[in-house]
């Protein structure tokens, strides 16, 4: 064989192998739902999670190592005390009226989970293990947020709430396309930074407390007028824009950032 004929075989081969491991990325498991603005999805103790809104009607579920069982448990499924892998990408997924659940059902399985939405969606997440976790992350959801971890990160993007997001090691970070006044919001780090970036139009009745930490912001806040001395705290309470909606960020021992977009 000719070196020309050998390259050739070598590329087929790499193409081959590269479509495989597409394919396998692709894999994930779907979801059927009837209406999304009254649909609620939980996840629980999933490690490595982005939730993100898409122009669908089912909920997508995928891992981005696909199916990642070592060769001998070809043909098994995972199991944990959560339950068994239903989804074959080492998840255990239940429907029950409108509520969709979530649960990891491998022990540590290998890759990030994406599960896509409809925008509308009231999404919560809960993961109360240690540092494997990861970071939690959610894109484009309009509709009501619940998010609890200990070591996780949690990051949102083009949200707009409520969202009540409360996490002990990890940092927050929320940038909102804007702030619902449907409900209010709270945004909780025990040990990390909280950084919010807010519509610089945005109405709202701000509380930042920062007890061993800085609270810093670039947005026009009214304070309460005070004929006498103030009293020296680590709570700052304003308004924006006349006020609105209530918005608590805390940062117990670290920084909080509120930022104008």
């Known amino acids: ?7 050739i075989k070598i590329a ?3 193409l081959a192998l590269f479509a495989t491991i597409g394919l396998s990325a692709q894999e994930g498991y779907s979801v059927s739902i009837s209406n999304p603005s009254n649909t609620t999805l939980i996840v629980k103790e999933v490690n490595r999670v982005s939730v993100e809104a898409y122009d669908g009607s089912e909920i997508l579920i995928s891992n981005s190592k696909g199916n990642a069982k070592p060769e001998r448990a070809e043909g098994l499924k995972a199991l944990s005390a959560r339950g068994e892998d239903n989804t074959g990408i080492g998840l255990n997924v239940q429907k029950s009226g409108n509520e969709v659940t979530v649960f990891q059902a491998s ?4 890759g990030k989970f994406t599960i896509k939405v409809p925008k509308s969606v009231k999404v919560e997440i809960e993961h109360t293990g240690n540092w494997e976790g990861g970071k939690i992350e959610v894109y484009g959801i309009t509709g009501e947020l619940e998010i609890s971890g200990r070591y996780n990160s949690v990051y949102l993007e083009d949200v707009s709430g409520p969202a009540l997001v409360n996490t002990v090691y990890g940092k927050v970070e929320a ?3 804007e702030l619902s006044q449907s409900g209010p919001t709270s945004l909780v780090s025990v ?23 800085e609270a810093y912001s670039d947005m026009d806040m009214e304070f309460p007028k005070s004929d006498g001395m103030r009293k020296v705290s680590s709570t700052v309470k304003g308004t924006l824009n006349g006020g609105g909606v209530e918005l608590a960020i805390k940062a117990s021992y670290s920084n909080a950032y509120l930022r104008k977009k």
Request: aromatic share 8%; glycine share 2%; charged share 20%.
């Open 191 to 213: 040990y990390s930074t909280v950084d919010v970036t807010l519509p610089a139009n945005t109405k709202a009745d701000v509380s930042i407390k920062t007890p061993y930490g």
């Open 12 to 14: 087929i081969t790499a």
């Open 1 to 7: 064989m000719n070196m020309k004929k050998l390259n």
């Open 175 to 177: 940038i909102f396309t």
């Open 107 to 110: 022990r540590r399985p290998q």
